[in-house]
Structures are given as C-alpha cells and as structure tokens.
C-alpha cells in the first residue's frame, strides 16, 4: 500500500467505523490493532442498538437518534462491499412496564418520540401478549421500533473485510503511522489520554453477557432494568449485560451474570432449557461526560481521538465514522461540543436514564 493518508489506532467499533468511513470515501487507510480485532468491550456479544427515552432532547439524544436511523443503510452497505453477514436487523424492542405510574409515563413519552423521531419510528405502550414477549406486571409493554442489532462479532469481522474491499490495510501488531492519527484504543486510551494531560477523563466499566442457545432471530429484544435480552440472526440469543463500577477480575465471569442470568428467566419464560453456550466479560470505556468522545488529542497536533463508546458505541458508530471522516477527510468539524475532550475534563454529568 502506498503511504496512507490516514492511520487509525485501534480495532474496536469506533476504530473500524473510522477506518471503513473515510475508505468508502476514496481515503488510503491503515488500522493498526496491537492484539486482535475486538480485544476490548467491542468482541463483547449483545449488540442492542437501542435509543435513549425521547425526552429531554439535547445533542447527544440526536446525534444517537441519527446514528440509530442511518444503520440500516450503512451496515447494508458494509455487508455489501464485505460478502459478509453483520447481522444486522431492526426488529424493535419490548420493555415491561411495572405499575400504572410507570404505564403514564411510557404514554407521554410515546407523545415525544412522535416529534422527536420524526414520524420515523414509534414508541408504543401495547399489550404483553404473545411469543417471546417479556412477563409484565400491568400486561403491557412498551414496542419501540427504532432499535436494532447486531451481532458484534460478525459486525466487527464484516467491517474489516470492507475496509481490505475498498483498498485500505488492516494490520495487527505493528505498523508505521502516516497523516492524521486516529486513537480508538478502549479503556487502555483513556488511561493514556488521562495520563497525558494529568486529569482523568474516564474509566473502564466492567459488564458480563451471555449467548444461549435459543433462536429467536426474527423478535425484538426485550430491555429491563439491568437487563437485555438480544435475539441474534445466527440462530442464538444474547443475556446481559452487567455494569459494574467496582471489580476485581476484569475479563472473567462471575456470580453477577448468574444473577443476570436468573432475572431474564424470570422475566422471559421463553429462555427457560436454553443452554449457555458462551461467556464474556471485559472493561467497556466511559468518559468522565457519559458521551462518545471525539476531536483532537488536546496538545498533540495531528492527533484525534475516538473513544468512549460505553454501551452505545455499536449505535453511535456509524454517525461517529462520518463525523470523524468528515473531520479528517474534509475539515468539516460536526463535533458535538458534548463530545469534545473538554467536555470530560469538567465535573461528571449525571447519568442519563
């Protein structure tokens, strides 16, 4: 390959969409992974590209909102140059509701997402009824139909093989960076932006999933509190995922999936005889704003960042691409101000539902 025009650190979703953004553009690109693709929270097993509730709007609601509503295209798109399945579907979700109060508030916000949304999508309170359809208290639920997923093992594997069909190089170990520098590197990132610039600006947080053997590949998804249940398009379902502040084994399972895995019995009936057929647990990275963080390394020219993710990055992803891809490529800044390195050096916001 010639020498690349850009080089993006990291072989995670963020780094990938970086990559695989500015390569369908015409970019020459070079991904530098030091491990393998997915070593971070991104070779995790859910996937649940799912929106936060339509209220209270601001820039990180819509930037996610047209993150969500451009999937189905983009990923289409990566299948297609890949030959490879990401296992993408938008199926909706169904969320319990527990009590009348609860039940008023979902109504409400199903009013909301009709602006907020755009007339795109819906927000529901139906009746629980049905297949595979979560135990509720007042027997209805909430059925949104603006969230999907993806399989994210197959999703990260399909995007490298776009990026290798558009031309651009995906190396894992070492390789020699040229242009601007794209650091996507996880938890391991943000260690090494808070060391820089001798402030922390976010953290790991460890969470835990599992795959069953149940398929459910054509139904929505199924979210409670501290619970996702993802039916995937391999034929099997995803149960997790856990987020946990404190912990002392960072990359193994423990007695907090078994819980999770005990309240999604409980919750959907359905998952009952279904056998674990793997486990997962890692660090997901979370800045100090509780946003993707995006823009330039602060004091080092040249430099950009694409870290953040959490538990939305597979969702964010594809508006992340091009927003840094427009950056890079173009010079065109659609940065959130949210989203910008300055923005996690300022006092922690509270969470967001």
């Known amino acids: ?55 209270q709007w601001n820039d990180k609601k ?101 990026i290798r069909a558009r031309g651009g190089e995906v190396l894992i170990g070492e390789g020699e960076e040229a242009g601007p520098v794209v650091w996507a590197t996880g938890t391991a990132g943000l260690e090494a932006l808070s060391e820089d610039l001798g402030k922390p600006v976010g953290n790991g947080v460890k969470g835990q999933a599992m795959i069953v053997g149940l398929d459910a590949r054509d139904r929505p998804q199924v979210f409670a509190t501290g619970l996702l249940i993802v039916p995937h ?17 960072p990359d193994t399972t423990d007695a907090q999936l078994e819980d999770v895995h005990a309240r999604a019995l409980a919750l959907c009936p359905w998952l009952q005889g279904a056998p674990v057929l793997t486990r997962w647990a890692g660090l997901r990275p979370r800045a100090r704003s509780l946003a993707p963080m995006l823009g330039e390394w602060p004091g080092r020219p040249g430099h950009f960042l694409a870290n953040g993710g959490f538990k939305i990055g597979f969702g964010m992803a594809p508006k992340v691409g091009e927003v840094m891809a427009d950056l890079l490529l173009d010079g065109r800044d659609g940065i959130p101000e949210g989203f910008r390195v300055e923005a996690s050096l300022k006092k922690r916001v509270k969470a967001e539902e």
Do not use: C, N
């Open 62 to 162: 819509a930037f996610q909102f047209e993150s969500l509503a451009m999937g189905e295209d983009w990923w289409s798109e990566v299948e297609e140059a890949s030959g490879l399945s990401a296992g993408y579907a938008r199926l909706g979700r169904f969320q319990p509701l527990a009590d009348d109060r609860a039940v008023e508030h979902a109504r409400a916000r199903a009013e909301e997402a009709r602006t907020l949304w755009q007339g795109r999508f819906t927000w529901q309170v139906v009746p629980a009824e049905g297949e595979f359809v979560p135990e509720s208290p007042t027997g209805l639920m909430i059925h949104d139909t603006l969230t999907a997923r993806v399989h994210p093992r197959l999703a990260l594997a399909a995007l490298v093989a776009a």
């Open 1 to 55: 390959m010639a020498t690349p025009d850009l080089t993006v650190r990291g072989g995670g979703i963020f780094g990938l969409s970086v990559a695989w953004a500015a390569a369908r553009r015409g970019a020459k690109v070079r991904l530098i992974e030091r491990e393998r693709i997915g070593a971070g929270s991104s070779g995790g097993l859910v996937g649940a590209l799912s929106p936060h509730v339509p209220e």
């Open 233 to 249: 398009a391999d034929g099997t379902t995803a149960v997790g995922s856990t987020a946990e502040k404190e912990w002392t084994a």
